[in-house]
Each structure stands twice: as C-alpha cells, then as structure tokens.
C-alpha cells in the first residue's frame, strides 16, 4: 500500500500532521467500516494458516516436503488466476454478496480441513485435504477484490487516501493477531494444528455476521462526479497489447522483474523458515518455539512504521529509497549466512537470534522499500493506467512464486533434511550442506537484483519525476581574471 503526502501548506510536526489527516475518516460510510472489520478477521485466518500450511502439510498430513511446496504453489497460482476475475466477480455480486460467497467458502473448506486433520483414519484424507486446500483459493482472492473495492466504494474521494491507509494497518494488525495465534494455538494450549483451521472457522462465521452490515449492492453509492466522455471505447485486449508499445511500461516490467530476487525474501518466511526452524531450533532445543511471534515481527514492525516513516518518507528521492529499503531486506538475508555461533552459545540460541535479527532488519527494509515500489508505479504509469501497470506488474511477482513454490521443497530436502541439527551440533556438517548454503545462494541473488536496480538507476526513472542522475565526472570550469 503506497501512501503521498501534500506538499506546501502544512507545518509543524509531519507525524503529527499525518494522524490528523486521519479526520477525513468520519466521511465514511458505516459499511466501510464492516468491510475493515471482515479485512481484520480475514487476515487472523490467512496469516495463521499460511505461516504453519508447510508444517501442517508435513507433520500432520504426512506429505514430503517437496509435495508440501507444490500444494503450497498451487494454493497461490489459484489465488492469482482468480484474482483476474474477482473484479469483475464482486461488482456483479454486489459487496455484501461477494463477502458471503468469500468467506463461506473458505469457512466449508476449514471445517472441512478440521475434521480430516483430526481423523487419520480417514483413507485418502491426505489428497482431500490438498482439495479443500485449493479450492479455498478463489474464496481467498473474492475477499482481496472485497476489501479493495469496499475501500474505494464506501470512502469519499477527501477521505480515500486515508481510508487505503487505515486499510493497510488493519490488514497488518490482523497478520500480527494471526501470527500471535499460533502460538496459543500450538504452544499454550499444546493442541493440534489442524485446530488452526476450526480457529479460522470461527473467524469466518464472525465475519459473515459483520457482513450483514454491508450495504445491499442497490444502495451503494456511485460516481457523481465523474464526468461523462464521448471517448472512443477502446477494447481490452487492445488496451492490454498497447501496454507493451509504452516505455515506461517496459521499464516498470523490467523493474518488477529485476527485484524479484527481494521481494521472494517473504515467500520465504512461509516457504522455507516453518520447517527450517522446526528443524534447526525446536528439534536442538526439544521445546516448541514462538514461531507466531517470530512471524509477527513484521506485520507488528510494518504497523508501527506506517505512522512513523511515511510522513518523513517524501524527503528523499523515491528510487534511491527504494534502493536503500531493498538493500536493508537483503543485508536481512545474509545474516542467515552467518556462523550460528556468532548469535548464540548453542544451535537453538544461535538460530533463534539469528532469526529474530533478520525478521527485524528485514522488516526495517520494507517499511522503507513496499511504499517507494508501488509510488514508482504510481509515477511512471500515464494518468487513468494506475491499475493497468499495477495489475500487470504483478506478473513477474507471479512467477516466482510459482517457481520459488515448485523449488522451496527441494531445498529443504537438500539442505535442511530432518535430522540436521544432530550434524550442526557435532560440527560436522560441511558448509555447502548447511542451510547457510541455502541462503548464501538466495541472498546472492538478492544483492544482484540490488544492484542491477542501482547500476541501471538512470533508466528505470528516465523522464519521471523520480529520476536519479548518474553521476559523472565533474567538467573543467574556466574563470576569468
């Protein structure tokens, strides 16, 4: 979520001035603040879920962790397929009917997943399970067009900067819950993790109830002042296909595609560290970790950087705070490369800290990187085509998600097996088979697409606003007696 600050006219403390302009909320409609409230409820779930679905799948469900990844994968690609359509799905629906098809969905699907988790002797559960996985995509991608939609629909145009704003922090404080849940979940109350699933069908039903508040698709609001044109209609496809004709398109795409290396850091927060800290942390240490708190660094860490680095945040040059924030994120995976030894006086100590370091250092980053990215877009993009470079820049996203998905399996397989914690311990594990190796290889590949995105700076903001000047060396200047 990309947030900008008027320039000119305001003085006094920026922060406070940000909260202030905060007021403009009350324009609102109640059903906006409905739709924020199945926005909180919603991300309890996701996060819950998406943060132990790895552990889920391999402890309790019996799959290999390769098998694990493309479930994983596949969960994701039907997420983003739906998503195309979701759109278009929700207006036809109507908000409160497209919350209830949404969420009923997802809510089926988790009892179902309840159930079977609890019942191994079902024969074939395994395979059922991975079903109601799936098909609680579209469910998922229906309530992200919900949200984004419901936004915009029930805010004012004062008020809608602000409304995205709080939009965003609720989204992040119904990760951070989520997070925390697991851990009661797992850890206090000692229970199964397929309990994570009944915990997310009570999400669902109270969100159902809050959405009965949403107005009636008749009684929304539209468009007033939105004036009427006599432009020639233009077909999608043809607006699609004129994209690619764009330069600034081209640079954005390449943009996108160049920090993938990046932006793949958080697949691998829900990919890869479920199961590399079960099998590093909790298997040394015998004991249950805080992995919910540990995931909740972020959201936590990304709630309470909204109100205190956007109001400063347009001080400096867009691209290279783009480029400071991704190269924080990147530092955060070198450290993962580091000798245990070095955060802790044993393997579960070291791994811990070292973990918590790099969720910190990681989260720092984005708090700089996530907002400066989608302001890029928002500047290279001609007027009216926000949401087309928006959308389509997506697509480099989506495919690494597809191929870290496909690949996260095999890397746990190859590097951080069960068992390895016995061969850290003893000190004979060589480096090239140590999950050091793992993230010496991804944080390689970060720091590359850090600096493809520097040396290339001068393009990628060609004829913006936000375009950097290379340096050169310094003409000879002549002066006069």
Known sequence: MTTTTKSGGSSGNPISNYIKDFSVLKDNKASYWAVQAVNILDCVAYYAMITTITLFLTGNVGLEDDISGYVVTGYGIAVSLTLVVAGFLTDSFGM???TFIGIGLQTLCRVGILVLGLSP??????????FLIILSAPGQAMMQAVFQAGTKLFSSKRSQSASYNVWYLLMNLGFA????SVDVIRKTLELDLSYIYGMNAVTGILAILVGLAIVKKSEQGT???EPATNEKKVSGWEKFLGLFKQPPFKRMLALMG??????AVFLYTFMLMPLYWARTIEASSGELMDMGFVQ????IMIFAGVFLFIPLANKWNMFKMLIVGTLMSTAAIWLLVMPWQWFGDSVASGYLWMTVWMMILLSLGEIIWSPKLYDYIATVAPKGQEGSYLGMGMIP??????????????MLMRWVPEGIHTSIEAGTLGFWDSPEAMWLILATWATLSVLVAWLFRGWFTKGTSAEVEVEEAPEAKTTTA
């Open 96 to 98: 409160r009917k497209a």
């Open 121 to 130: 002797e079902i024969p074939g559960r395994e395979w059922m399970i991975v």
């Open 177 to 180: 819950l989520g997070g925390l």
């Open 223 to 225: 468009e007033e002042d």
């Open 258 to 263: 160049v920090l993938l290396g990046v932006r």
């Open 296 to 299: 909740s660094i972020n959201p």
């Open 397 to 410: 996203w989506f495919l690494a998600k597809t191929i870290v998905g496909l690949l996260a399996g095999h």
